[in-house]
């Protein structure tokens, strides 16, 4: 019986790649032809408090933690990548989390919600209702990723979103980790944040579903204070879609891997290495 793998996440960054595994993050970035690589020993609340590591709550935490590490490992590759002149504080970081929470419930949340107000006098169903207003969100968060997706040094960040995809694929596969076996694999997984983000939508219209069709203020308030149910929900479901090739599964699982024809592209050999170094130093 072959042993489990542990499940290794990844993100990409400006001109490098972050890994994180059970142990160890470690951030590797490209600068003047050599691969710099920080590694950091993982600390998570779940450490001190155990029921953090019960469903549901390692998803809302996870995905908490996964953010402040996504921004300070951006920072540092920007201060690597000569972009930025010195990395972001902790008061920084909070801040950029804030102004980030804030900007996606105005675009996903209330901005949806006002739109189907035009429309709701001619429609009863509060069903209807709420897939509509779920439809606008999923329709302005594609013309989001579109649009960005379009932009010269996002596309170059997106080229090493496919590196770590394809590197991750090789791993999973008990390949040797080389370029030249990564290159092999799509740029497409099942784990992806860009999947969880299209989940997060799907769920959330079944969720809000349950609560009728309230004032706008209440639709607003319940909303954000639902977040956290859905994203724990929806962290479970892409555990199980890493893992699990239920035809139910796939179905839930298709759009989020579609979405990622636009946040991924095709690596280079030299953006392969980069995610090679940085997986390599999480083992």
């Known amino acids: 019986m072959k042993p489990v793998k542990p499940n290794i996440g990844g993100q990409a960054l400006i001109e490098g790649v972050m ?3 059970p142990k160890y993050t470690a951030m590797a970035v490209r600068k003047d032809g050599e691969i710099i690589i920080k590694k950091e020993e993982n600390y998570s609340l779940a450490d001190k408090y155990a029921f953090l590591k019960l469903p549901f709550f390692r998803g809302v935490l996870s995905l908490v933690e996964m953010l402040i590490i996504g921004i300070r490992a951006l920072s540092y590759s920007a201060s690597i990548a000569g972009e930025e002149d010195e990395q ?10 804030i102004t980030a929470f804030a900007f996606a419930v105005v675009l996903f949340i209330i901005i949806p919600t006002f739109t189907v107000k035009f429309i709701s006098g001619r429609i009863d169903s509060p069903i209807v209702l709420n897939l509509i207003e779920g439809l606008i969100r999923i329709a302005i968060f594609l013309i989001y990723i579109i649009v960005i997706s379009n932009m010269q040094d996002i596309r170059r960040v997106f080229e090493y979103h496919g ?3 394809k590197v991750v694929h090789c791993y999973e596969n008990g390949e040797k980790l080389t370029p030249e076996n990564a290159a092999k694999y799509k740029t497409l997984h ?3 944040g860009t999947s969880f983000i299209m989940v997060v ?6 969720l809000f579903s349950f609560l009728g069709w309230p004032g706008i203020l209440e639709r607003i308030i319940s909303r954000i204070l639902l977040l956290p149910v859905v994203a724990g929900i929806s962290y479970e479901f892409i555990r199980l879609a890493g893992k699990s090739k239920a035809p139910w599964v796939r179905i839930i699982s298709a759009p989020g891997i579609w979405l990622q024809k636009f946040t991924t592209r095709e690596p280079d050999e030299s953006q392969l290495e980069v995610a090679i170094a940085a997986l390599k130093s999480v083992l």
């Open 19 to 21: 890994m994180r595994g």
């Open 88 to 97: 972001l504080t902790s008061r920084d970081i909070t801040m950029a989390l």
């Open 163 to 165: 590196a770590e995809h």
């Open 190 to 192: 099942p784990r992806c």
């Open 201 to 206: 939508m799907l769920i959330s219209i079944l």
